[in-house]
């Protein structure tokens, strides 16, 4: 079983700056791929990024492609979502999970945080 607990969301500017943090724990960790959903109101919840267990294995949703960067710290039992070059459209609640297989699908994602809030403001 893996607890998994975000932080780092907030407030900010469009073309603004936001990291993000996923604290794991009760789990192994180093070996579960690795993600990160949004969902913003009243629509599904939407892949935004991936990361394999030892770090490869990027992959990234179109529409943050070039401006979010996932990363994880495997002794940290942490994983990372930088942001830049925010938009309003990027508003939403930010959820990590946690994942045995190379998938986008949040079905497969078998543990979930409870989310952070990212407001980008126009």
């Known amino acids: 079983q893996v607890q998994l607990v975000e932080s780092g969301g907030g407030l900010v500017q469009a073309g603004g700056s936001l990291r993000l943090s996923c604290a794991a724990s009760g789990g192994s960790f180093s070996s579960y791929r690795m993600g990160w959903f949004r969902q913003a109101p009243g629509k599904e919840r939407e892949f935004v990024a991936a990361i394999g267990w030892n770090g490869g294995r990027l992959d990234y949703a179109d529409s943050v492609k070039g401006r979010f960067t996932i990363s994880r710290d495997n002794a940290k039992n942490t994983v990372y979502l930088q942001m830049i070059s925010l938009k309003p459209e990027d508003t939403a609640v930010y959820y990590c999970?946690?994942?045995?297989?190379?998938?986008?699908?949040?079905?497969?994602?078998?543990?979930w945080g409870q989310g952070t809030q990212v407001t980008v403001s126009s």
């Open positions: 999970a946690a994942t045995e297989y190379v998938t986008r699908i949040a079905r497969t994602y078998a543990y």
